[in-house]
C-alpha cells in the first residue's frame, strides 16, 4: 500500500493522498489555504501540528530548523511547504487558525462580555429604580 490516510481535524476532512505528497499540497487538494505565501524576511504561514504519524514524514529541513528556533516550537508542528509524507499509514494534521477567524472570535467574545456586562449593570439599574420608586411610595413621603 502506497497510499496514506490523511485527517484534518480543525476542518473534519480526510482522505487519501500518495506517498510522496507534501503536507501543503494535500491541504491545497482538500480546499486548505494558510494565511500567506513564504516572505523574503522568513516568515512563513505554513506551520501545522501533526498530532498522529509525525514517524511517517521527511525529516525537518534546514528552513523548518531554523523558522522554529526563532519562533519557538509546540511538538509536532512542521511546515506544510517543507514535509513530505514518505511512508504509507494515517496522519492527522491540525492547522492553525487564521487570523480572520481569530478576529471573529474575540469579536464574538467582546460581544458576549458587553452582553454579560449589560445584564449586570441593567440589574443594578433596575434596583436603583426599584429603590427610587419606594422612596417615592406613598409611605415613602
Ligand atoms: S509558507 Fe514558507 S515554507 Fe510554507
Redesign the pocket.
Known amino acids: 500500500m502506497s497510499d496514506v490516510e490523511i485527517k484534518f481535524e480543525r476542518e473534519g476532512l480526510d482522505g487519501i493522498v500518495a506517498v510522496g505528497t507534501y503536507v501543503?499540497d494535500a491541504m491545497k487538494r482538500f480546499g486548505i489555504r494558510?494565511e500567506?505565501?513564504?516572505l523574503p524576511s522568513g516568515?512563513?504561514?505554513?506551520a501545522v501540528t501533526i498530532t498522529e504519524g509525525a514517524d511517517l514524514l521527511s525529516a525537518p529541513t534546514e528552513?523548518e530548523i531554523k523558522?522554529f528556533e526563532i519562533n519557538g516550537k509546540v511538538e509536532g508542528e512542521r511546515?506544510?511547504?517543507?514535509t513530505m509524507i514518505e511512508r504509507p499509514g494515517s496522519i492527522t494534521v491540525m492547522t492553525k487558525k487564521k487570523k480572520a477567524e481569530e478576529a471573529k472570535e474575540s469579536e464574538r467574545e467582546a460581544a458576549a462580555d458587553y452582553l454579560l456586562e449589560e445584564r449586570r449593570v441593567g440589574s443594578g439599574v433596575e434596583s436603583r429604580l426599584d429603590a427610587r420608586r419606594l422612596f417615592r411610595s406613598p409611605r415613602g413621603r
Open positions: 501543503i494558510t500567506d505565501a513564504c516568515e512563513h504561514f505554513c528552513a523558522f511546515l506544510a511547504c517543507q
